[in-house]
């Protein structure tokens, strides 16, 4: 990360089990800076990433590295798959983008909220920071009864955060 010029700012919380939302996401570079980070933390974590990434040869490398393909044209049960794994597993640590991609979206989706809420795990945010190069880690995030409400107040939370592509970032409320 270093010769990159990039830095980390802040800790992961030390839980077994979490949601990280990784954001702003505008570009493909943010997979890079997420990566670079989780190898320097030396933390295993899965990811959601869409299913037409998983081709050769990328699948196996994106799977060792904890990539769960997922088509994202129907609904497939995907919050409660991921509850079940929370459930399943003595440690989780599952990072998503909560646009769900890397072009502009009025507003974040919600599953990873209701994974969180499903599975009884704080939501850790994580800010790629273009404008200084950094990624900040926190604040940690229990999720309440008002899932809309908690959108809310983690879009405001991250639109102070400037992608690689501001212009595709979430607009503040």
Partial sequence: MRLTGWGIEGNFPALAKMVVAVAPHTSNWDF?????????????????????LFVWPFSAFLRWMGGIPV???????????????????QALVLAIAPEGTRRKVERFRTGFLHI????????????????????RIGPVLEVGE?????RVRIEALFAAVPGRHPELGISPP
Avoid: N, Q, W
């Fill in 116 to 135: 969180a809420r499903g599975a009884g795990v704080p939501v850790v945010l994580v800010g790629l920071d273009y404008a200084t190069r950094t990624i």
């Fill in 146 to 150: 008002d899932i809309e409400a908690e």
């Fill in 71 to 89: 088509d994202r044209s129907a609904a497939h049960g995907v919050v409660g798959d991921a509850v079940d794994s929370f459930r399943r597993r």
């Fill in 32 to 52: 890079v800076h997420g990566a670079a980070a989780m190898f320097a933390l030396d933390l295993r974590v899965s990811f959601i990433g869409k299913h037409t």
